[in-house]
């Protein structure tokens, strides 16, 4: 069988009426930044205030998602652009399920997160670029991989030997260098509110 033999079958519930039943419009928030950043932190502390506020969401995180759907993708950049292209994908289902999924991966290029944003509607992808200072990121380390990577122990490490992309318009900028975890959070709470995402 060939992709030719492949039909779209149409189905009787709707996005539409998904969203209705969570009274919440689907998105997808594309936190990207350099490792340690703060995407993991800051998408986790949206998602528990989305939660307190009784609204339907589900974080994909990078390093979580390598465990099991893109297990064995490595870091070359064929294989980052796959791994993104895959979390792309699930993402659109996951907004069509009607439900506001968070990703926190660092998705170093322009053209991978543009191929995100052109799978889903227009308003559904809000890219959130994590804008801390690489300087700041080093000095976390909190994994220790930039020491590594310095070392030449790792790789295609983003910001030491593999480039990084920043968004040139995303939806909302934070630097967690200057701004706290909590007002990260409510920056992004806040956005989603102004843009009719949650319910006024």
Not at 40 to 67: F, P
Not at 102 to 113: G, K
Not at 145 to 171: H, Q, V, W
């Amino acid at each position: 069988m060939t992709t030719e033999n492949i039909v779209w079958h149409s189905t009787s519930v709707t996005k539409e009426d998904r969203s209705a039943l969570k009274k919440q419009k689907p998105c997808v928030l594309w936190f990207t930044g350099f490792s340690g950043s703060g995407k993991s932190t800051i998408a986790n502390a949206v998602e528990k205030k989305l939660n307190m506020m009784a609204h339907h969401t589900y974080l994909l995180d990078g390093d979580n998602v390598r465990h099991g759907l893109n297990k064995g993708l490595t870091f070359s950049d064929e294989d980052r652009i796959e791994n993104i292209r895959r979390i792309g994908e699930l993402s659109k289902l996951f907004i069509d399920a009607g439900i506001i999924v968070l990703t926190a991966f660092i998705s170093p290029f322009r053209s991978e997160r543009q191929m995100v944003r052109d799978l889903v509607e227009d308003g559904e992808f809000i890219e959130v670029f994590m804008n801390t200072p690489l300087s700041t990121c080093e000095d976390r380390d909190p994994k220790g991989l930039y020491k590594m990577a310095r070392k030449g122990e790792i790789k295609n490490f983003t910001g030491i030997d593999s480039g990084y992309e920043p968004p040139e318009t995303p939806e909302i900028t934070l630097d967690s260098s200057t701004m706290s975890i909590e007002e990260c959070a409510d920056a992004v709470v806040a956005y989603l509110q102004d843009k009719g995402v949650l319910p006024a």
